[in-house]
DNA sequence: TTATTATATGACATTTTTATCATATGATAA
DNA sequence: TTATCATATGATAAAAATGTCATATAATAA
C-alpha cells in the first residue's frame, strides 16, 4: 500500500534518493532524458552505449523512485523524466559549477585508477 | 591550481557532488550541523554516536567538497554547514516526502538485510 | 619537558554496489 | 503456431565504498 500524501521525509528516504541520483550511468539517462526527450530503451542503448540489461536495471530504480515514467508502446517501453527532476538537475548546476575541482580533489570519494580498475567508472563507456 | 569561477559541471563532479551526500552518515552529519549549528568534531561523535575516525574522514569528505567549512578554535576544530547545502536539504523535501514510499520500495537500491548485514546502515548508530 | 586532549590519516578487512551473463517474458510478425 | 524483437529479471563475479584499527599530528596543560 503506497500513499501519495507529502511527509517529511526521514533519512532513509533521504539517503535512498541521493544514491539512485549518484550512480553515473543513471545519472546520465536522466540527463538524456531530459535534453532529447522521452525514448525507449534501445534508443538509450544506442546513445549511451550502455549494455541492454544494464540499463533494465537502472530504469527500473529510476522508475521505482519515480525519476522516471514509462509509458508502452507495442512492444517498446517508452521512458521519459519527472518534471522534479529536471528542474533539480539544472539548480544544482550553479553550486557544483563553483565547487568542481574542490569536488573533484576529495580523496575520500575519489580513489587512484589502477590498470586493472576504474573505480569511478565514468570514461568507460563513453 | 583551483579556480573559483563558475563552469557548467561534467558528469564527474555531479556523480561526485551526490556520492558526497548520497553517504548516511554525511548526510546526517549535514542535517546535524544545520539544525544545532557548528560545533566540533567531539560533538558531533556525540551526537551522532560515529566513531571519531569514521567522522574525521566524512569530514574530510565534506570539507573537500565544500559542504561545509572550518574554522580552528584551540585545539578543537569547528564545523559548519555551507548555505547552499543547507537550502537544498529543505528543497528536496518535498519532492522525496512525496515519492518516499516509492523509493523505499526501490529492489534494485534495497537488499534484503541478512542476520549479519546492515546494507543500509541505516538503523544501528541512532 | 612530558602528558593529555582533540583530531587526522593510512592500511586494509568488510560490506555494498555495479556489471555481466544467461535466461525469461511479452508483444507482434510471419 | 513459431520466430523475432524489445525489454526485464536473477544470479553472481568484479569493483568500489565503508568501517575500524593502529598510529600520527598538533595544541595545550601540567
Redesign the pocket.
Known sequence: MIKMSYNKPDEKSISLFF?AI??I?RFRILVTLNEKGPM???QLEDLLDI????L??N??CLLNCKFVN?EYR????VYSINDYMRGLINSINNHIGTYENYIKSCDI?N?KETK??????IIKNR
Chains 1, 2 share one sequence.
Request: charged share 35%.
Open positions: 544514491r549518484a550512480n550511468k525507449c530503451v534501445s549494455e541492454q540489461s544494464d533494465s536495471h530504469l527500473k514509462r507495442g512492444k517498446e517501453k570519494l580513489v586493472n580498475s576504474n573505480k569511478l567508472g
